[in-house]
């Protein structure tokens, strides 16, 4: 077989992105996450995206509050996991026991949200959702606007797709955050 023949058959390789060049990316507006080594870019987010972590934020504030499970995070937290750092739309975590300079130390969510959009409905739902499985975080929600629905994802078990009433028992929780989907996708 002939070099340039056995070329044409070869798929070129693909770059294996590092945190090192992922910190050196321009702050530009776009969202730039690394999950095993692959780099993914997000445009800024649309009205109706924001919209609803606006009351998603609303909604578990004060549950997170009254039961001392740490704060809520907005983008520009970041886990960091075996080489990859991920910008989750919302996630709920206690405070880091360092001096909360390095994202490193910082302790794993026990929740983590992302709202489906065109740019990130395959991502969100595979590669990442992978990641947050094998990272250890206890419960991801995927928000979806278009179906008005919520995929649960926990470690154990099936994933569960909820658009009736979700509820929300963490761990350290006495009690459990009750509410209705539609209140994500709705100020009414």
Do not use: C
Not at 37 to 61: D, F, Q
Not at 106 to 128: C, F, H, I, M, Y
């Amino acid at each position: 077989m002939s070099d340039s023949r056995m070329n044409m058959q070869m798929a070129p390789a693909t770059k294996q992105w590092t945190l090192e060049e992922l910190h050196r990316l321009p702050d530009d507006g776009n969202k730039y996450e690394l999950v095993r080594g692959e780099l993914y870019v997000t445009p800024p987010p649309s009205e109706e995206h924001e919209a609803i972590l606006t009351r998603v934020s609303m909604l578990l504030e004060p549950y997170v509050r009254a039961h001392g499970l740490g704060h809520v995070y907005a983008p520009r937290s970041v886990i960091r996991f075996d080489g990859s750092e991920v910008e989750p739309d919302r996630m709920v975590r206690r405070r880091s026991p360092s001096d909360g300079r390095e994202w490193d130390d910082a302790p794993l969510p026990v929740l983590v949200v992302e709202v489906l959009s065109g740019a990130t409905r395959r991502r969100d739902l595979g590669e990442k959702r992978d990641f947050y499985i094998s990272a250890g975080v206890s419960e991801y929600w995927i928000i979806d606007p278009e179906t008005q629905t919520v995929r649960i994802v926990r470690r154990t078990g099936e994933d569960r797709i909820v658009s009736d009433e979700l509820v929300w028992l963490p761990q350290s929780a006495s009690e459990p955050l009750t509410f209705r989907v539609a209140a994500l996708f709705s100020d009414a």
